[in-house]
């Protein structure tokens, strides 16, 4: 059962053009949610987080927008950048003893020149 | 860059055998989680350690084992290897900040099972 769900497989946007991830859950309880960003040959990176308790957070060129009655966040990069072009996964966490991070299954994103 | 390092980057097993895998953790950080990535796939959570203890458990069959050290390093050990734990293996640290987690992960190691 796929509580983090990634629907869009690639996607490809033009640069300097906004680019907009997509991502919805499924379990109410998770209360923090977060963006990593992955090249090949090397491990995730953090890129933003926003806890259940807000609707928007915002670093830079990258926006993380959260609807919690609708169970769905997105992610926002403007501009978009050549480096962007990675896959990017969107993650949750319940904040209890384990914090265990469950992930969706990713989507990458090409920036077109 | 993250203080998180794997070793080794990339193993080959054969099927049957036992393997381990080592991380070295965020400095500050002292809880340690195994992922398992298959081909296609998001991260899938196998473990975590907490102060040398097993925090939480993923759906993994217990051939899957680790350790934490007093240093908050970590290894990783699967027995009785078979073709579908080949996969790439991600450790993160991390550790609760005011209002979440802040985890980082090392650059993996890719294990193939032949």
């Given at each position: 059962d796929q509580q983090v769900k990634q629907n869009s497989p690639s996607l490809s946007v033009q640069e300097g053009r906004i680019s907009i991830l997509n991502c919805d859950y499924?379990?109410?309880?998770?209360d923090y949610f977060l963006w990593y960003k992955k090249y090949p040959a090397e491990g995730p990176t953090f890129l933003i987080s926003i806890s259940s308790i807000k609707d928007k957070n915002e670093d830079g060129r990258f926006t993380v927008f959260l609807n919690k009655s609708a169970k769905h966040l997105s992610l926002h990069i403007v501009?978009?950048?050549?480096?962007?072009?990675a896959v990017y996964f969107c993650a949750a966490i319940?904040?209890?003893?384990?914090d265990k991070i469950i992930f969706g299954k990713g989507t990458r994103l090409h920036i077109l020149p | 860059e993250t203080g998180v390092t794997q070793s080794p980057t990339h193993l080959i097993k054969t099927r049957g055998q036992q393997v381990t895998l080592r991380c070295s953790s965020q400095s500050g950080h002292n809880t340690v989680s195994w992922y398992q990535q298959a081909l296609g796939q998001g991260p899938q959570f196998i473990f975590q350690y907490y102060r040398e203890e097993e925090n939480g458990r993923g759906?993994?069959?217990?051939?899957f084992s680790g350790l934490q050290f007093p240093n908050y390093s970590s290894e990783l050990n699967v027995n009785a290897?078979?073709?579908?734990?080949?996969a790439l293996y991600l450790c993160a640290s991390s550790r609760k900040t005011g209002f979440g987690t802040e985890a980082f992960f090392g650059q993996g190691t890719r294990l193939t099972v032949v």
């Open positions: 499924t379990n109410s309880m998770f501009p978009s950048q050549p480096g962007d072009s319940v904040m209890n003893r384990d | 759906n993994f069959p217990p051939r290897l078979e073709l579908d734990d080949s």
